[in-house]
């Protein structure tokens, strides 16, 4: 089992920036990937970002140049710099983990989600 707890959401204008942050425990982190979804309402939940334990990173075509993923693994930890906010990113913000040798796309693990809000 692998708990994630996520912080750092908030209110922001537009343009404005925020990180979130996700710290893990349980199971050995340098064992899964993370990856950060957001849900907007009404909106299915969608990947915004993902970082491997060994750094490679994927990137939701929309938050390209904006956001950015890292990871600290001395700390068991994933963030999510948010840069140049939109309306278009309020959501709640779920980070998620599976085994990096798991070959499902599915996340078994998740967070209980951190409200971003982005005013105009």
């Known amino acids: 089992q692998v708990q994630l707890v996520e912080s750092g959401g908030g209110l922001v204008q537009s343009g404005g920036s925020l990180r979130l942050s996700c710290v893990a425990s349980?199971?050995?982190?340098?064992?899964?990937?993370i990856a950060w979804f957001r849900q907007a309402p009404g909106k299915e939940r969608e990947i915004v970002a993902s970082v491997t334990p060994s750094g490679i990173s994927f990137y939701k075509d929309s938050v390209k140049g904006r956001f950015t993923i890292s990871r600290d693994s001395a700390n068991s930890a994933v963030y999510l710099q948010m840069n140049t906010l939109s309306p278009e990113d309020t959501a709640v913000y779920y980070c998620?983990?599976?085994?990096?040798?798991?070959?499902?796309?599915?996340?078994?693990?998740w967070g209980q989600g951190t409200q971003v809000t982005v005013t105009s």
């Open positions: 349980g199971r050995t982190f340098s064992s899964y990937t």
């Open positions: 998620g983990a599976k085994n990096v040798y798991s070959s499902s796309f599915d996340y078994p693990y």
